[in-house]
């Protein structure tokens, strides 16, 4: 793709997450998968993120509620990471999964900071 949107989603993309995971998953993409990295990369990163109302550090952190409600494993861990990158402390991640263990349920937050603690474990290292 070569909207403008797409451009400014690709750098943010790879400002968050890091260049080397987005290149990894747009060469591994095939013909099932490669519009649903483009809509991702447009639509999510080059509409939302881009958006002046939140910082990157309000979107990560509300990223990471909502991925832990929801109980996407892979995408909070990768969002994790990149929270980390836009700002937020573990100590917050920490607060963040705490309460979405109270508003969520104790099982949504028990398995968001199972996979908070492997990350930042990662990080460490």
């Given amino acids: 793709m070569n909207s403008e949107k797409f451009k400014q989603g690709l750098e943010v993309r790879k400002e968050v997450l890091g260049a080397e995971h987005v290149d990894r998953s747009l060469a591994n993409a095939t013909d099932f998968d490669q519009a649903m990295q483009e809509l991702t990369t447009e639509w999510c990163w080059g509409t939302c993120w881009t958006r002046p109302g939140l910082s990157r550090r309000d979107r990560s952190m509300i990223n990471l509620a909502m991925l832990s409600a929801l ?55």
């Fill in 71 to 125: 109980g996407r494993p892979d995408e909070l861990a990768l969002h994790v990471r990149g929270a980390i990158t836009n700002g937020v402390t573990p100590e917050e991640v920490t607060e963040i999964f705490y309460q979405v263990a109270i508003y969520c349920g104790v099982p949504s937050g028990v398995e968001a900071f199972k996979i908070g603690k492997s990350v930042l474990e990662k990080l460490e290292k």
